[in-house]
C-alpha cells in the first residue's frame, strides 16, 4: 500500500536539500521513499531524487529560481515486500458496504 505527499518547494540556485515532512517519513517503510515528479511553473530541466531517506534534493542545469511541486510515495509501514494482499469475499462486502455508506 502506497502513500503520496505532495511538497510545494521553492527552489534557488542548481542545487536544494529539501526535508520530507516529519509525519510522512513516520508513516512510511524505512527507506521506501521515492521522487514521482517534480513540476517546475517554468519550463525548465529538473532533476529529483532521495538525497536521504528523509530528504530530497533538486537539480537544475543553470541557476534558477522557481516554484516546484514534487509528488513522493513511501510503502506503509508494515506493508513492506508486499505488492497485493489477498482478501475474501466479506473483505470485498464489507469493503463495499463501507464506501456505499459514506456516498
Not at 530530497?56 to 510515495?73: A, Q
Not at 497485493?84 to 473483505?91: I, S
Request: charged share 25%.
Amino acid at each position: 500500500m502506497l502513500f503520496w505527499d505532495i511538497a510545494r518547494v521553492k527552489h534557488e540556485g542548481l542545487v536544494s536539500v529539501v526535508d520530507v515532512d516529519k509525519m510522512f517519513v513516520e508513516v512510511c517503510e524505512f527507506g521506501s521513499l521515492k521522487i514521482i515528479s517534480a513540476q517546475s511553473e517554468d519550463p525548465i530541466a529538473i532533476g529529483a531524487g532521495m538525497y536521504t531517506p528523509d530528504k530530497f534534493y533538486i537539480k537544475t542545469k543553470e541557476r534558477v529560481t522557481t516554484n516546484l511541486n514534487v509528488v513522493i510515495s513511501g510503502v506503509r509501514k508494515g506493508y513492506g515486500g508486499r505488492r497485493f494482499l489477498k482478501r475474501t469475499k466479506e473483505d470485498y462486502e464489507s469493503n463495499m458496504s463501507f464506501w456505499a455508506s459514506i456516498t
